[in-house]
């Protein structure tokens, strides 16, 4: 993947990045109310965390396929 790639990601056809935003907004507002302050910044430290193993298994998953070309 260039650097450009990962500035302009592919365009998917149909979907509305704003109405996804509010809907996600939403969504933790729903699932944080009611939390403490400390609770809430465990919460996004643990979605940090697996999405940096997502990352790095995605990462490995693209260079092993790029081998194998």
């Given at each position: 993947m260039t650097k450009l790639e990962m500035i302009?990601?592919?365009?998917?056809?149909?979907?509305?990045?704003?109405k996804w935003k509010a809907?996600?907004?939403a969504q933790i507002l729903r699932e944080t109310e009611g939390m403490t302050d400390e609770q809430i910044i465990e919460r996004f430290?643990?979605?940090?965390?697996?999405?940096a193993v997502r990352r790095k298994a995605l990462a490995e998953r693209?260079?092993?396929e790029a081998?194998?070309?």
């Open positions: 302009q990601p592919e365009i998917i056809p149909g979907f509305d990045c704003l809907e996600r907004q430290r643990q979605a940090s965390e697996r999405a693209r260079e092993a081998q194998m070309q």
